[in-house]
Nanobody, 129 residues
């Protein structure tokens, strides 16, 4: 059974940075997909970023408008995926969730959280002065 745990959220001022971590325990995958999603109060969950890998290669993907501010990366040795968030804005305030699938999802599947089979409990990010 895979367990997923996010960490790194908190309160940050506009323009600041945070790095979220997603640790998956229980298995390591030679191929897989990890996605970050977020949900603000009163809004639907939205895709933020994803990383897919198989063998030695990987691909990263971002929601429109976030590439350049957000960077997703993976530490294979620790089975941890990071989301580096820079130049944060109040509209980035949300609960951020990590989702894991033990397969390399096809591109068109990345945006829909229903395609991931393991989820964390979320970590709150609040951007406010």
């Amino acid at each position: 059974q895979v367990q997923v745990a996010e960490s790194g959220g908190g309160l940050v001022q506009p323009g600041g940075s945070l790095r979220l971590s997603c640790a998956a325990s229980g298995r390591t995958f030679s191929s897989g997909t990890v996605g970050w999603f977020r949900q603000a109060p009163g809004k639907e969950r939205e895709f933020v970023a994803a990383i897919r890998w198989s063998g030695g290669g990987y691909n990263t993907h971002y929601a429109d408008g976030l590439k350049g501010r957000f960077t997703i990366s993976r530490d294979k040795a620790t089975n941890t995926v990071y989301l580096q968030m820079n130049s944060l804005r109040p509209e980035d305030t949300a609960a951020y969730y990590c989702a894991v699938d033990n397969s390399r999802l096809i591109l068109s599947s990345l945006w829909d959280g229903k395609n991931y089979n393991h989820w964390g409990q979320g970590t709150q990010v609040t951007v406010s002065s």
